[in-house]
């Protein structure tokens, strides 16, 4: 079985990379005048090679440290790379740039190649080949085999093509290699027409399989596109997976809406944003040490953005330091778990760092709380539970699907992880309609827990004299949360954890409130009972307090404590009325108000069975809250 795998250049100019594919395969990857005219390579060239198992997309990049940016789209999707050294030049600058980039993209294969030996005596050769070893120590090209060649007369081409096998073989032993079912996704390097078949697009496949008539996403505006045609390497095709150089024919997209930076995606895989949170190294190479806030340029798949880079919890790096960052980028991305990027300052332009993406589409950290820190730690895990646990938690209010995980942390048999998370109560379903529900990480209902009972505490310290408070308008201030199902969900929580107190009216923080004693707790207890018990004819104040056994002192309190709470309600200055006996009062009229025709005070004095002592002030005080309207003697409801 044949596997495909991308081969990438990497070395300074003039050092015979494009030469030496020309060797190789017989294909001058220099297609434009410009480069032929100026015998430098400006814009990545293509090629393709098969040695024994392996089929290898080759991408010829430009060495030049003007055309960096270029070097670095091409870099994108590499699996293996060839670091090539003019052996009459040895190491120079973008020998050294290169090799940085292509550590920094996480490449774990490849070869070095000593071109224009014919050039030299042996013995510099020597030297040459010592600085090569010097230079690539520490990195993954440190035991990599170093092959003398020469373009013009074939020096050692047998030799390299061995060596490129066998640093195929290791690179086909990675992950990312060797699993092809996850989503399709391509970074677009190129875009161009062609007359009869309109919108074309090139790129390494970075992951997954793509087919004729597939609908994809082109990212990051999400615009909906369709596979009209494939070609790999000039050959038409029915699909084309991962490892492979593919041109893509596409329907629904006018070449112009499309530039170098851009990716195709399979339908809901990628998610564009403007903030990513990251693991940050900065290179020991550089001078002076990376400053909070600093303006870089974020070069990601194939896309170069502007960005600021916010460094957590410290106002600058050392040389040679990490940590976890923030990026704000100037336009939106799409990016997922644990790609690489590199970083390069504005002035002078040149490489000062990279990492891996923790949190695509991330919210903004405001300093990190040790579960913060513990989180970001676990998306640096080799286990995709964890992984998985810690992407939930990031993805705050956002549900977590079960192929979100693919995008989030990297897993590759999503719907497993997703499930063991739900079974381990790390992930937890809130029913949102009876057809939709979504999933949040249990850390996330925990810290709006403690969110709500701040806010209660609040509240309580304002109103010291109320043991609980009205839910309404305590729900109305998380109303930014998004859905009220999710609230409910968090004051649920709360209440069965018993750190509230929750009816369908009222709400409380237990602890807080008025500090009553054994004997107040127990005559608040049995004034509510008898003010319940006596209807609409309770007793004043004064006559309430007369009739108290005990702490008659306490009643005018406690009654105000309990109309403040919403168990009674003041009807006039002494006139306090159970809440569920007006409750059923007020049903009582609705069902016998007639909407045309109203009812007299007399008329309402008799249907609720009481005297004008306590007729008068409740109509009065229906007419105050707007339950009903007056009209001479008459008064009809407000709202029938």
């Given at each position: 079985?044949?596997?495909?795998?991308?081969?990438?250049?990497?070395?300074?100019?003039?050092?015979?990379?494009?030469?030496?594919?020309?060797?190789?395969?017989?294909?001058?990857?220099?297609?434009?005048?410009?480069?032929?005219?100026?015998?430098?390579?400006?814009?990545?060239?293509?090629?393709?090679?098969?040695?024994?198992?392996?089929?290898?997309?080759?991408?010829?990049?430009?060495?030049?440290?003007?055309?960096?940016?270029?070097?670095?789209?091409?870099?994108?999707?590499?699996?293996?790379?060839?670091?090539?050294?003019?052996?009459?030049?040895?190491?120079?600058?973008?020998?050294?740039?290169?090799?940085?980039?292509?550590?920094?993209?996480?490449?774990?294969?490849?070869?070095?190649?000593?071109?224009?030996?014919?050039?030299?005596?042996?013995?510099?050769?020597?030297?040459?080949?010592?600085?090569?070893?010097?230079?690539?120590?520490?990195?993954?090209?440190?035991?990599?085999?170093?092959?003398?060649?020469?373009?013009?007369?074939?020096?050692g081409l047998d030799e390299l093509r061995d060596a490129i096998v066998a640093a195929a073989r290791r690179a086909a032993g990675l992950d990312r290699v060797t699993h092809l079912d996850t989503p399709f996704r391509m970074a677009i390097d190129r875009c161009f027409t062609l007359t009869g078949h309109g919108t074309v697009v090139t790129g390494s496949a970075g992951s997954g399989t793509v087919s004729v008539g597939d609908e994809l996403e082109l990212q990051p505006s999400g615009t909906a596109v369709r596979v009209r045609r494939l070609h790999n390497h000039d050959r038409e095709a029915e699909n084309a997976h991962r490892g492979q150089r593919?041109?893509?024919n596409l329907a629904g997209v006018h070449h112009d809406e499309i530039q170098r930076g851009q990716e195709l995606a399979a339908?809901?895989?990628?998610?564009?944003?403007?903030?990513?949170?990251?693991?940050?190294?900065?290179?020991?190479?550089?001078?002076?040490?990376?400053?909070?806030?600093?303006?870089?340029?974020?070069?990601?798949g194939t896309a170069e953005i502007i960005a600021s880079l916010v460094l957590i919890d410290q106002e600058s790096l050392a040389p040679g330091g990490s940590c976890f960052a923030q990026l704000f980028l100037h336009d939106t991305v799409a990016t997922t778990w644990n790609q690489p990027f590199v970083l390069r300052s504005e002035s002078p332009a040149m490489t000062i760092g990279g990492g891996q993406v923790l949190v695509p589409s991330a919210s903004k950290l405001r300093g990190l709380a040790d579960l913060d820190r513990q989180m970001l730690s676990a998306l640096r895990s080799e286990n995709a539970t964890q992984r998985a646990s810690a992407a939930s938690y990031f993805s705050g209010l956002r549900s977590v699907e079960p192929q979100d995980l693919a995008r989030l942390a990297g897993?590759?048999?999503?719907?497993?992880?997703?499930?063991?998370?739900?079974?381990?109560?790390?992930?937890?379903?809130?029913?949102?309609?009876?057809?939709?529900?979504?999933h949040l990480h249990r850390q996330v209902i925990?810290?709006?827990?403690?969110?709500?009972?701040?806010?209660?505490?609040?509240?309580?310290?304002?109103?010291?004299?109320?043991?609980?408070?009205?839910?309404?308008?305590?729900?109305?201030?998380?109303?930014?949360?998004?859905?009220?199902?999710?609230?409910?969900a968090v004051l649920n929580s709360l209440h069965r954890s018993g750190r509230i107190r929750l009816t369908k009216k009222s709400i409380a923080l237990v602890g807080c409130g008025p500090k009553l004693s054994q004997n107040e707790r127990k005559l608040l207890a049995t004034l509510l009972s008898q003010f319940r018990a006596a209807g609409l004819g309770t007793p004043t104040v004064k006559e309430a307090q007369q009739q108290a056994k005990k702490n008659q002192d306490s009643v005018p309190q406690l009654i105000t404590l309990a109309a403040t709470d919403g168990d009674l309600v003041e009807i006039s200055s002494d006139y306090f009325?159970?809440?569920?006996?007006?409750?059923?009062?007020?049903?009582?009229?609705?069902?016998?108000?007639s909407p045309d025709e109203g009812m007299t005070m007399s008329q309402i004095r008799e249907c609720l069975s009481t005297t004008r002592k306590f007729a008068i002030p409740l109509c009065e005080y229906f007419d105050r809250i707007g339950f009903t309207r007056r009209d001479g003697d008459v008064r009809y409801l407000v709202e029938p």
């Open positions: 079985m044949t596997t495909d795998l991308i081969l990438g250049t990497a070395g300074h100019i003039d050092h015979g990379k494009t030469s030496l594919i020309n060797a190789l395969t017989g294909i001058d990857t220099d297609r434009l005048p410009e480069e032929k005219r100026r015998g430098i390579t400006i814009e990545l060239g293509f090629a393709e090679m098969t040695l024994g198992d392996f089929r290898l997309g080759i991408v010829d990049v430009p060495g030049h440290e003007r055309f960096v940016r270029n070097m670095l789209a091409g870099a994108t999707g590499m699996d293996l790379a060839m670091l090539v050294v003019a052996a009459d030049d040895s190491i120079k600058q973008q020998t050294r740039e290169h090799l940085e980039i292509l550590r920094l993209l996480n490449l774990a294969a490849g070869v070095i190649a000593i071109t224009k030996c014919d050039l030299v005596e042996p013995d510099w050769l020597e030297l040459v080949e010592e600085e090569i070893r010097e230079l690539v120590a520490g990195s993954f090209l440190e035991s990599a085999a170093i092959v003398r060649t020469s373009s013009s007369v074939g020096t593919v041109a893509i339908r809901d895989y990628l998610k564009a944003g403007k903030l990513l949170t990251v693991w940050l190294l900065y290179l020991d190479s550089t001078r002076r040490p990376l400053k909070h806030r600093s303006q870089i340029r974020l070069h990601l897993v590759e048999h999503f719907a497993d992880v997703h499930q063991r998370l739900l079974n381990e109560g790390e992930l937890l379903t809130i029913t949102i309609s009876p057809t939709r529900t979504a925990e810290s709006l827990c403690q969110r709500f009972e701040a806010a209660l505490r609040n509240l309580h310290e304002q109103n010291p004299l109320r043991s609980s408070l009205d839910r309404a308008p305590f729900v109305r201030g998380f109303e930014y949360l998004g859905e009220s199902a999710i609230i409910e009325v159970h809440a569920e006996v007006l409750d059923q009062v007020q049903q009582t009229l609705r069902d016998t108000i």
